[in-house]
């Protein structure tokens, strides 16, 4: 597990998904940032979250006056969420002269990504890569959010604490490791907690589109919540089908439930109610988080999710680490790597995703968890 720290922000626009954002400094004066990930196809959302975010925060550190006195660079690719397509997308950056990643955004194609990065002893930050894996390869690897074992924990802990429900149901995708990992340490900790697992119906990839079946044997069993440790696309067709056959539990998801309210054609009525663990909420009051989504908000047209909270926090951690190390641009990527990786475990970031955020040797953050409910078609804090 590893450490994580504050997000750049990076705006992307769909004119420039292909191109390089430059600073106005020449090469020798600028910190070349690589991100990667999916920026088309299923997974889009969380993807340009990212980008967007991280820009917005490049933006705001190069205008401060930048880092050690260089100026920031960076270069968004689009994997698709795909492992082969984000190792591609590495090689391509490496070519460009990347000096740090941002990425990869989603687990599998970040797990392939970093065994590349760690045989390069290239400074890995994954925004949002949450299983135990993406970090593990090396050394050079760290994250901003919370790994799959720890949102099963918290969320477990969460529901039993609070008392949600005394019958609780999950469905999973035993195909996925985000997915499953999660799920795991849900049921580890669910021993511990004050209310019983009354069924636990799985799925696959190859069958993710009716969950008739699923939603039967959690109806049948008496469940009063659905934990869902799934993706935002799956989770509609759950709420649109559990209201076809009058089903409606509470329903509690994580980060990947992030997302669901820009799913094309769902009328998000049937989110009303829905609990999801996450380390963002984008109606906090905090001065910070103000400013971000009301620019985040100027600039793409949407309020930002906790996808793109972690990859502005992430950005900023990279500011952190930089300068904690007193690192230059002229130096190459492996070099960079050993000073930052040291500089990761010395920071302390304020960030949106956690306030005293810090990172271990290992790589994950240590930070508080906060829960947020679907009201009115909009993320409210509880």
């Known amino acids: 597990m590893k450490k994580f720290s504050k997000v750049l922000s990076v705006a992307v626009s769909a004119a420039m998904v292909a191109g390089v954002f430059t600073a106005t400094a020449s090469a020798e004066e600028t910190f070349k940032i690589g991100g990667i990930g999916p920026m088309t196809g299923a997974a889009a959302v969380y993807g340009n979250a990212v980008m967007n975010a991280a820009q917005i925060a490049v933006d705001e550190i190069n205008e401060a006056g930048g880092v050690n006195g260089a100026q920031l660079e960076f270069n968004p690719q689009d994997d698709e969420h ?38 390069d002893n290239m400074f890995l930050l994954t925004p949002s890569g ?59 900790e669910a021993e511990n907690q004050p209310f019983e697992i009354v069924a636990d ?3 696959t990839s190859d069958s993710k589109t009716d969950f008739s079946v699923q939603l039967q044997q959690a109806k049948d069993a008496g469940a009063e919540l659905v934990f869902l440790p799934i993706y935002y696309n799956e989770a509609a067709l759950i709420f649109q089908q559990a209201a076809g056959m009058d089903f409606a539990p509470k329903w509690f998801g994580v980060d990947g439930m992030d997302g669901i309210l820009s799913v094309e054609g769902f009328d998000t009525s049937l989110a009303e109610g829905v609990m999801l663990l996450t380390p963002f909420s ?87 968890p906060k829960a947020v409910v679907i009201e009115n078609g909009a993320y409210k804090g509880m």
């Open 201 to 203: 119906p799985s799925f």
């Open 130 to 188: 949450s299983a135990v894996d993406c970090i593990t390869a090396g050394d050079n690897a760290f994250r901003v959010c919370f790994s799959d074992p720890d949102q099963g924990l918290a969320s477990a802990k969460y529901i039993g604490e609070n008392g949600l429900a005394e019958k609780v149901a999950v469905i999973y995708d035993s195909s996925d490791v985000y997915s499953s990992g999660i799920y795991a340490t849900f049921r580890a």
């Open 82 to 119: 795909d492992a082969e397509k984000s190792v591609n997308a590495y090689n391509t950056l490496k070519d460009w002269g990347m000096q740090m990643l941002l990425g990869s955004v989603t687990s599998a194609p970040c797990i392939a990504v970093e065994a590349e990065a760690a045989n």
């Open 282 to 368: 984008a109606d906090a009051e905090d001065d910070l988080t103000k400013n971000f989504v009301a620019k985040y908000q100027e600039k793409f047209g949407e309020v930002p999710n906790q996808f793109a909270a972690d990859a502005y926090d992430g950005i900023y951690a990279m500011k952190a680490a930089l300068e904690q190390s007193g690192a230059t641009p002229d130096m190459d990527a492996s070099t960079l790597c050993d000073a930052v990786k040291v500089a990761m475990t010395e920071i302390t970031v304020d960030g949106l995703t956690g306030t005293g955020m810090t990172w271990s040797a290992e790589g994950e953050p240590s930070k508080a």
